[in-house]
């Protein structure tokens, strides 16, 4: 009976040549390289199985062997360590887990020395990522904001009626520390108001503290100017061209 693998037609890059006729061309090699590999996929727990027999006979050689391959290959020692331990971690989340946290509590100080090494290490990338990540809430608050309008300005309203007393104190505290803020840069303090500048104040894009600091005014002028816009004061809505909304 003829072996499939010895046949007379066999050429090069066949597993035949590489064995039989010793041919070691890159073909055959690779040829033989992955008929090897398949067989070992076929096998595995076949060749685990001898292998583990094997070790527990003697281990030594196994172990020397390890650490030859550990000294000559040490990059690709350390990325075969990486895989088969991201392997088992992503197989058993709840044992890693607690490992994790048995460390840290064991190690407290050495955890805070790594975490202060890390953010030196990556100063800017962590700021980085706290500027787009502000950023970002930034713009879904405000998008947010723009579609629910009047049911956050509704809910707003009926929170400061149901806690209006408890709440006095901190409204007073915060009104007059924004106010004393603008004061010290309002140039415009006092002078009659413009179409351009009303329009600033309707919008919902900005807060009142920011509208203040950019028109020259102060605080309670905006918040004055901003009440008599929702209110649907004549005069106000004259300068932002909206006088028939009042008739």
Known sequence: MTHPERTTTDKHGTTNWYRVHKCRCDVCVAANREYQQRWRDKNRTKINERNNHRYQENPEPWKRAAQRYKENNPERYREVKRKASDKY??????????????????NKQRRKELDRNYRERNRDKLKEQRRSKKEQTSQMNRKYRDRNAEKIRARAKRYLSEHYEELRPAMQANYRARQDQTSAVAHRKGLYWTGPEVELVDRDDMTLSEMAVMLGRTYAAVVEMRSKLRRGDPKALGLVGRWETDK
Do not use: L
């Open 89 to 106: 971690w992503a197989a058993h989340p709840d044992e890693k887990r607690e490992k994790n946290k048995r460390w840290a509590q064991n």
